[in-house]
């Protein structure tokens, strides 16, 4: 891999847009390098990823303008399926991809970040959809997730008007779930991680599958989606450990329970 760092620390595994000369902006090599690496997790002893950029200033700055400006029409809609068939990729895989957004998030590189299960950022991380004033659309996702997660108002402000915002704005509007200084971003990415890995694997991955194919459909759909999901937790050492314990904890306390005696 020239441009895609991946690590592993216990059950998390840390996958880094490595280009900081061009502020790790996505090219075709780069969303080649990013499929085969999410497609090279070892699933049975990774149970939470972490998505960043390398250096301090950028997490994505957006597609490669310098690849795009030369396309035809028909090269440019294969560029678009290309990145849409990667992000989308992050977005259905099987377990959680956390997002530790460093600087700048603009065009692709917010996109990115919003296939992602969960985004914080840094404090000086800046977001946009500028594509309109390069004379094209998003394309990797941007004119869908953006309104899903902030709103169809602002996000149709945000990629019309092709305006940025910063860290706090993005924190207000949805768009980020916490903001930390960029010392404290990957120590804070790697906790979260952590207590996600922690908990139930089985249980973890129903859970994102039945929240992400529930939002596609109507809720009587999406409830028989989670009562088969619900269903399919059963009979798995997860749950019969998890359940155990619980009961056992449980017995311990009420036995620790001193009757209360009227003297």
């Known amino acids: 891999m020239e441009f895609i760092?991946?690590?592993?620390?216990?059950?998390?595994?840390?996958?880094?847009?490595?280009?900081?000369?061009?502020?790790?902006?996505?090219?075709?090599?780069?969303?080649?390098e990013l499929d085969a690496t999410f497609k090279a997790v070892d699933l049975d002893t990774v149970r939470c990823l972490i998505l960043t950029g390398a250096g301090e200033k950028s997490f994505v700055a957006g597609a490669d303008i310098g690849e795009m400006s030369t396309l035809t029409k028909a090269e440019g809609e294969a560029?678009?399926?290309?990145?849409?068939?990667?992000?989308?990729?992050?977005?259905?895989?099987?377990?959680?991809?956390?997002?530790?957004?460093?600087?700048?998030?603009?065009?692709?590189?917010?996109?990115?970040?919003?296939?992602?299960?969960?985004?914080?950022?840094?404090?000086?991380?800046?977001?946009?959809q500028p594509e309109v004033g390069l004379g094209i659309t998003p394309g990797f996702g941007g004119t869908q997730r953006l309104a899903r997660i902030i709103g169809v108002g602002k996000a149709k402000e945000m990629i019309y008007g092709a305006r940025n915002i910063k860290a706090d704005e993005a924190y207000r509007i949805g768009l980020v779930n916490n903001v930390?200084?960029?010392?404290?971003?990957?120590p804070a990415a790697?906790?979260?991680?952590?207590?996600?890995?922690?908990?139930?694997?089985?249980a973890v991955r129903n859970c994102k599958k039945a929240i992400n194919d529930g939002l596609q459909v109507d809720m009587d759909q999406a409830i028989v989606i989670e009562e088969k999901l619900f269903g399919d937790c059963f009979e798995t050492e997860d749950?019969?450990?998890?359940?155990?314990?619980?009961?056992?904890?449980?017995?311990?306390?009420?036995?620790?329970?001193?009757?209360?005696?009227?003297?």
């Open 239 to 263: 749950q019969k450990a998890g359940m155990g314990n619980f009961l056992e904890k449980d017995k311990e306390k009420k036995l620790k329970v001193v009757p209360f005696q009227n003297k």
């Open 180 to 186: 930390y200084t960029l010392e404290e971003l990957m």
């Open 79 to 128: 560029f678009g399926k290309k990145g849409n068939d990667v992000f989308r990729m992050i977005e259905t895989f099987p377990i959680p991809v956390i997002a530790a957004i460093n600087g700048f998030a603009l065009g692709g590189g917010c996109e990115i970040s919003m296939s992602c299960d969960i985004r914080i950022c840094s404090d000086n991380a800046v977001f946009g």
């Open 190 to 202: 790697k906790k979260l991680a952590s207590i996600i890995a922690a908990n139930a694997p089985i």
């Open 5 to 32: 760092t991946y690590e592993v620390e216990g059950a998390v595994g840390i996958v880094t847009i490595n280009r900081p000369k061009a502020l790790n902006a996505l090219n075709s090599q780069v969303l080649e």
